[in-house]
């Protein structure tokens, strides 16, 4: 389950990561409740907080790949961090000085959505670098893990110090010291241990390219199309919990905290579980998207808190089992000279539904409550199932017989 832990680069890289995912989530809780907060409640403001972080990714998330690809992976992510923590810093300041306003959170998310185009594919792709191939879809699931650990911690701990400081000001500052963990890991890696890809010399058409190779292969194309469908609403859930917490069980803040908690538990043991699986299979992608989309229904439904809290768990194994397997089954299937690319396009997918899903759910939240919000978000997951299941079918019918891209 923790083989990946015996490289030492990539050992760095985890435990500067686990720092950092705790900061994250920290800010990602205090930049929530602090539209909230700033809107007197107005889901759609939420969503378009949440929007403006993920449009820079539909629009230029395919570029970020790219990049990925041309040049080496370690320097863009220690400069993409950086730029990250100056964010966090701005934020804060704002805040603590009592000089927020709502565009100024949305500037920071729209900002942070634009570094995060080049970072998330290459930190992506640089998984692999540090471990190889033998240990990568390992080493995928133990970065799910690290992440929704956070994810338990950070909301908690989030919810806490909101109480205690009265505000959320600190937790962005407190963030922001975080990212020297995932810095220095960066900086202090033994290069002579990473197994390095060439870059891709710049050339025309490298980005039809990538879109190609993904379009003529059905291992990839499946997971890519399946994530892009329930992805659009899985990036919104943070936001559904927030509304339903605040709005429906009239939760305060550390309870709102320990709900998110409640979901990342579960995502934390299908990370756990999918540690242990050497490659992941169709049918556990299948079957990882239809039980997010039912597990959504059931949380609209919860009669009580306590029965919402409980049914966060299995929602959180539903969507980890499917992301980490869709990750797995890209990355595994992909040839290293586009590896880059590939990830730009699968983050696309992956992040670049939320500006649509988001709003969408703020949207029906509003004319129906978050609990019609939330139970349409997981009937048009299961819709999207199926219909990125015909897609694949369709799209891999017609280019059949066309020339393949061949990428040694």
């Not at 390095?196 to 003529?216: D, I, S």
């Amino acid at each position: 389950m923790f083989r990946s832990l015996q490289v030492r680069n990539y050992r760095m890289f985890a435990a500067g990561g686990a720092v950092s995912n705790v900061g994250g989530w920290l800010q990602r809780t205090a930049q929530d409740w602090l539209v909230l907060d700033l809107t007197h409640g107005s889901a759609a403001a939420l969503g378009t907080a949440t929007a403006l972080q993920f449009l820079p990714m539909l629009l230029f998330g395919l570029f970020g790949g790219v990049l990925a690809d041309r040049y080496p992976k370690r320097p863009i992510l220690i400069v993409a961090q950086s730029l990250m923590a100056v964010l966090a810093l701005a934020i804060g300041v704002l805040t603590m000085t009592g000089s927020a306003q709502v565009w100024h959170v949305y500037v920071m998310a729209f900002t942070l959505g634009v570094i995060s185009c080049v970072e998330v594919p290459t930190r992506q792709a640089f998984v692999v670098e540090m471990v190889g191939r033998r240990d990568l879809s390992n080493a995928i699931a133990l970065n799910s893990s690290i992440f929704n650990l956070a994810r338990v911690v950070g909301p908690a701990i989030a919810g806490v110090l909101i109480f205690l400081f009265g505000g959320t000001g600190p937790l962005f500052l407190i963030n922001a010291v975080t990212f020297a963990a995932v810095i220095s890991s960066l900086i202090f890696m033994r290069k002579s241990e990473l197994n390095l890809a060439v870059p891709v010399p710049r050339a025309k058409g490298q980005l039809r390219e990538g879109l190609r190779y993904v379009l003529h292969r059905e291992e990839l194309l499946m997971p890519v199309l399946l994530i892009g469908f329930v992805s659009m609403f899985s990036q919104s859930f943070s936001m559904s919990i927030a509304l339903m917490a605040r709005e429906v069980f009239k939760a305060g803040a550390s309870s709102f905290g320990l709900a998110s908690s409640m979901f990342a538990v579960g995502a934390l043991g299908g990370a756990l579980l999918a540690a242990r699986r050497a490659r992941p299979s169709r049918r556990m992608l299948i079957a990882g998207a239809i039980g997010f989309g039912l597990f959504q229904i059931a949380t609209g439904l919860a009669p009580v808190y306590p029965v919402y809290l409980l049914l966060l768990i299995p929602t959180g194994i539903a969507l980890i089992t499917i992301n980490t397997a869709a990750n797995a089954s890209v990355q595994l299937a992909t040839a290293p000279a586009m590896r880059g690319r590939v990830m730009g396009i699968y983050m696309l997918v992956f992040t670049g539904g939320a500006p649509i899903g988001a709003p969408l759910v703020g949207w029906l939240s509003e004319l129906g409550g978050p609990r019609t919000g939330v139970m349409l978000s997981g009937l048009l997951v299961l819709v999207g199932t199926g219909v990125a299941v015909m897609l694949t079918r369709l799209i891999s019918a017609r280019v059949e017989g066309e020339p393949v891209l061949a990428i040694a």
